[in-house]
């Protein structure tokens, strides 16, 4: 029998309750033994192409950079625990920054050749995420695989 190939997972988290649920959704609904978890998170930079005119330092962005960076690494533990002591074995983290998280995450998915991505949602209406953007919605639009959003039980 040939060597079967790893369904690979995005799930694309940010430390909210709507990652939360998006987590639970996949561990609940979706994983299959054998699938590779890829956790996503995205850092969202400011765009500094401005810095000058919001008086941004670059010792100011670092510092900002690294305290994100130690807040995202705890989160993602916390996740990577928990998964695993819901039966998902194969997890891994990829904490990244930039100036889009849904152009990220897509990033992501195409590196790691998934077949899926999972998200939450904060449920904004139409108007709202009109005026706000949405990660999901991007993801729904510019995904080259296909995109489950998982939507918060209160939304």
């Known amino acids: 029998m040939a060597d079967e190939q790893k369904t690979t997972v995005i799930i694309a ?13 996949y561990v609940n609904r979706i994983h299959r033994p054998g699938n590779h978890v890829v ?6 930079l400011p765009d500094v192409s ?6 941004m330092s670059p010792a100011l962005l670092r510092e900002l950079w690294e305290e994100e ?3 995202s690494t705890e989160i993602e533990k916390k996740y990577q625990e928990w998964m ?4 998902v074995a194969d997890v891994k983290i990829r904490l990244e920054g930039g100036l889009k998280a849904g152009q ?5 998915a195409d590196e790691e050749h998934a077949c899926m991505i999972v998200t939450g949602t904060r449920g904004l209406g139409t108007i709202r ?10 993801l729904i639009h510019h995904s080259n695989c296909p995109v489950v959003v998982c939507r918060h039980s209160t939304d």
């Open 39 to 44: 956790l996503s998170h995205v850092i969202e």
């Open 69 to 71: 960076m130690g807040k």
């Open 104 to 108: 990220v995450i897509c990033r992501v």
């Open 13 to 25: 988290v940010d430390g909210s309750e709507h990652s939360k649920s998006a987590i639970a959704c």
């Open 50 to 55: 401005h810095a000058r005119e919001s008086h």
């Open 129 to 138: 995420r009109t005026i706000l953007g949405s990660v999901s919605d991007y």
């Open 84 to 87: 695993k002591g819901h039966g």
